[in-house]
């Protein structure tokens, strides 16, 4: 270890070497660049002075001064000098009679001129030369010291983005902090990812008012209410959600009209148990399939009478009812403590269907999807603490429509939007992988956003987490706290290879040690590090569209949108009273009798 080093002495010797190193060799490329200057300076003077003259004019100029040196300067009254004319004569003129001729002086002074000339047109040489070599060495010096692309993906301004997809591709006016983006990149899906509070919902805010604008239609999972408060109309729009008072009916049969439907659906309901053993789920579906599947052609079928049949009704009076099915064998096969297990499963992920209404017209997603008209919205929607209770049903009801897409015709010029925010707050939407790799001929749009890629990756494990990220062409990237998300999307936004210039200096007591050294090497780094994205502040971002297109940092603008709804109207699910029943609140003294109410 050196002596010097974390020392006053050792930084001051250090600081001492280095500065004057810099110095004299600041001063090497001053005197070199000073001459080469000059000597232009002189070239092109003499050049100018040559070319704007004649011979004659020449001869007396240089004569003139070989006088004035002798007469004047050497003080010699007898000095003569020599002239040669133009035809070749030399004759000798006495120094102080060339001095005092006007006719030389006259021609002299024309010369003059052209000297005057000579000297400014130098200065101007000299200008534009001594520019032009500043910003070449400038520049050269520069492209040592920068990194030199080679490779990968790049980070720019958003205006040269803009710019660039503008120049490249068409676009319909969809864009991500006033970005456009291409026309060709919104059936390749989006992902919009951040912690919270870091402007996703600004984001979905931009998108929505763009898919407004063009009268397309969009289902829209909005946990937190605020699209609904910026787009919902009254009396268009649609709102599913058991526990808002606007919500629309919504039952099994409505949505399952085909045999394999009602396995579909029971898929949606019940996902797949974290056990190593997937019989409880698979036996859970089956169950669940083959009751709704015979409550089809009941006269009395209702989502009440569905959940009636799964929570309250004896195991052997099930199990009559599903005679002849497969969900009867299930029950009936093992012992009762097995059959209350898959009972147990299923009430799990089925309960919310008691908080369904049953009153009113039933409304379906799969024929929504399937109507081309329009421009209705779909907003499904929760408060934060229904968020458990309502978890399978919201699920069931995204993969439902995330399926249907793949059954319509198909279109490219059609645009459907699904707009699934906090997408790991739900259970595993089966057919979302197959949507985002297979819906782009039909039209179909998704934009999913995730908060946290551990929590998606506990929901769909890291290789189909990883795959639906992959499916994703567009990424909008805002901060995450913590480092395992920002290793992520630090990853996704890409890398870029590119050669670095490291300097080295040395010094020693003899200043032929003195110098410096460049090396130039490649490198692959990231685009963006991850400690960027855990540094970015709130509404600032990163934007990767892929197809060649660089990586640019943006930054939002908040816009405050009109409200024009409430985002939730809580829903009276107090049971009406039994007809003949009073009430406590409205009972009269004659309505009791023995301290009982009648």
Known sequence: MSIFRGSNIGNFTRGG??????????????????????????????????????????????????????????????????????DGRNREIP????????????????????????????????????????????????????????RGGKLVEPKELAKEIKRKTKTAG????????????????????????????????????????????????????????????????????????RGRAWDVWTECKEDYEFDQLATSFIPDQ??????????????????????ADHPERSNKLLV????????????????????????????EKMASSVRAVLATYTRPLKYLQDAGPTFSIKEWVRDGDGDQWVFITRKDDQKDVVKPLITAWLDTASSAILSMEPCRERRIWLLIDELPSLNRLPTITDTLAQSRKFGGCGVLGVQSYPQLVSIYGRDEADTLAGMCSTWAVFRFNEERSAKWASLGLGSIEQLETNEG?????????????????????????????????????????????????????RKELEKIAEGYITRDMTPAPPENVVSIKDAKPTDYVDGALF
Not at 215 to 231: L, T
Not at 315 to 320: A, F, G, R, T, W
Not at 509 to 517: A, L, M, Q, T
């Open 17 to 86: 070497q280095t500065t004057i190193h810099y110095l004299r060799m600041i001063w090497q490329v001053v005197v070199q660049f000073s001459r080469l200057c000059m000597i232009l300076f002189v070239v092109t003077l003499a050049a100018t002075y040559w070319l704007k003259t004649t011979p004659i004019e020449r001869s007396l100029a240089v004569g003139y001064m070989e006088a004035y040196v002798k007469y004047e300067g050497l003080k010699i009254d007898d000095a003569t000098v020599s002239i040669t004319y133009p």
């Open 95 to 150: 120094a102080v009679g060339f001095l005092r001729n006007p006719e030389i002086h006259r021609v002299l002074g024309q010369s003059k001129s052209a000297l005057a000339f000579g000297v400014v047109f130098g200065a101007l040489a000299l200008c534009i030369f001594g520019f032009i070599a500043w910003r070449f060495l400038n520049s050269t010096g520069e492209g040592f010291s920068n990194e030199e692309f080679v």
């Open 174 to 245: 969809m864009t991500i902090a006033n970005i456009p983006i291409p026309q060709e990149s919104e059936p390749a899906h989006f992902l919009i990812v951040g912690a919270p509070g870091t402007g996703k919902s600004v984001t979905y805010n931009e998108m929505g008012q763009v898919i407004r604008k063009r009268g397309e239609r969009a289902i829209i999972y909005d946990p937190s209410g605020q699209m609904v408060e910026h787009f919902y109309r009254e009396g268009h729009d649609v709102i599913l959600s058991p526990f808002d008072a």
């Open 274 to 295: 974290k056990s190593n053993d997937p019989f409880w789920g698979n036996a859970a579906r089956i169950v669940f399939a083959a009751i709704a599947r015979k409550l």
């Open 308 to 335: 009636d049949k799964i929570l309250n009704t004896d195991l052997d009076e099930i199990i009559e009812f599903l005679k002849g099915t497969e969900g009867a064998s299930i029950l009936s096969e093992g012992a």
């Open 505 to 557: 200096i040395s010094y020693g007591v003899n200043d032929i040690r003195d110098g410096v050294s460049l090396n130039r090497q490649r490198q692959l780094r990231p685009i963006v590090l991850p400690t960027e994205i855990q540094f970015l502040p709130d509404l600032v971002g990163y934007l990767k569209l892929g197809r060649s297109f660089p990586v640019a940092q943006f930054k939002l603008k």
